[in-house]
């Protein structure tokens, strides 16, 4: 018989340095009462120098694994989704392998931007019930503060740094365990130029016109991006829940990436999900790109909140434009 592909471990890494809705007054023409009722962030991690996505997804990977109680060798592939990678090659997934150890792997590195951890979810649940590979680990890991203009204030108060890490395998766990329904997801892009970061691949190499263009700064039309946002996320939601033959009101929280309170609300009330069922981190991460769903899944794990039973609504949403949804089933101990 098939086995389903459950997440069995989880594991995070957040840098230490804080910026604060405060520390962006002093930097930007804005206010803490703007961005706070904008968007529902007071604060973000910023990575330091020597910090990058594959040390911090490194370090969000060995927590998973030691969570998931399996060995950095028996890991079968490693799937990084990030859209900060260290280099454009080789992939972030590559040196994060060097960096555990996990030396029978494969690795590669893929794109959906903001709905990374989503659409990585559909892809290692496939090489796990196809019978592919036995452990998969999925690393998201985010260096936004690396491509924000800090002098443009439309961007530079919304994203954040920080790495979240799922081991998704076809044996599960002494402890809880993640069962991953169908994966749901879509893309648009036509709508490519509405989020976009224009420098520094082969159409527009780094040049030094490049650079007074500022064109290695990520460029957003915000209330654009909002309005697909909400309207995607309602739809793919509405559908992940449906078919994989649930009801709205099975659904024990919402676990949405974490773009804007204002988006989440937004889907929420759509999807007639109660705000008390609604998981949010976007006060003290901002935007932290693929990393958020993980984020957020790990510290409902860290506060004891994921029980036996419970079905959890994730949702997700970036550049591309890409969409996803699915639907994770809590399975403890006892259910074996
Ligand atoms: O994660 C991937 C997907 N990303 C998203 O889903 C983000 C979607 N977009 C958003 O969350 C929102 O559109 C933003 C938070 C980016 C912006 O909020 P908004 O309510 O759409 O504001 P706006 O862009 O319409 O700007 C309203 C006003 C403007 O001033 P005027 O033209 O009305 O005079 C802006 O210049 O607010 C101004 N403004 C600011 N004021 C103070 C923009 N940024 C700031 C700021 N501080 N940081």
Redesign the pocket.
């Known amino acids: 018989m098939q086995k389903s592909a459950c997440i069995i471990g989880m594991g995070r890494y957040l840098p230490e340095r804080i910026l604060t809705n405060a520390d ?1 007054e002093k930097m ?4 803490d009462e ?2 706070y009722t ?2 529902g962030m007071k604060a973000r991690r910023i990575a330091a120098e020597d910090e990058f996505p594959s040390t911090m997804g490194a370090k969000a990977a060995i927590n998973a694994l030691e969570e998931a109680q399996i060995g950095a060798d028996e890991v079968d592939l490693i799937i990084c989704a990030t859209l900060t990678p260290d280099y454009i090659f080789p992939s972030t997934a590559c040196l994060i392998q060097e960096q555990i150890g996990a030396k029978n792997a494969s690795a590669f590195d893929f794109q959906a ?2 709905t990374g951890f989503v659409y990585a979810l559909s892809i290692a649940k496939a090489f796990v019930e196809s019978g592919v590979h036995k452990n998969v680990l999925l690393v998201a890991t985010e260096k936004l503060s690396s491509i924000i203009d800090y002098t443009d ?6 994203f954040g740094d920080g790495a979240a890490a799922a081991v998704i395998s076809s044996e599960k766990s002494p402890g809880v365990n993640l069962k991953i329904n169908r994966v749901f997801q879509g893309a648009d892009g036509a709508l490519a130029d509405r ?1 976009i970061l224009p420098g520094g691949g082969s159409r527009v190499p780094p040049s030094i016109e490049s650079v007074e263009r500022g064109d290695h700064f990520l460029k ?1 039309e ?2 654009e ?2 309005k697909h ?1 909400v309207r995607k996320m309602k739809d793919v939601s509405v559908q992940a829940v449906e078919e994989n033959g649930f009801e709205l009101a099975d659904i024990s929280y919402l676990v949405s ?1 974490q ?2 309170v ?2 989440i609300n937004a889907v929420a009330e759509r999807c007639q999900i109660p705000k008390e069922k609604v998981k949010m981190t976007i006060e003290k991460y901002g ?1 932290t ?1 693929a990393s958020s769903i993980g984020l957020c899944l790990c510290d409902m794990q860290e506060k004891s909140e994921l029980k036996d039973g419970d079905h959890l609504l994730l949702c997700a ?3 591309g434009l890409t969409w996803g949804a699915t639907v994770l089933s809590v399975e403890g101990e006892d259910n074996g």
């Open positions: 962006l930007v023409d804005t206010s703007w961005i904008r968007t931007a903001c204030r439309t961007t530079c108060v919304l989020l957003m915000g209330k991006v909002f946002a990436h773009a804007n204002r988006i935007n790109s949403f970036g550049a």
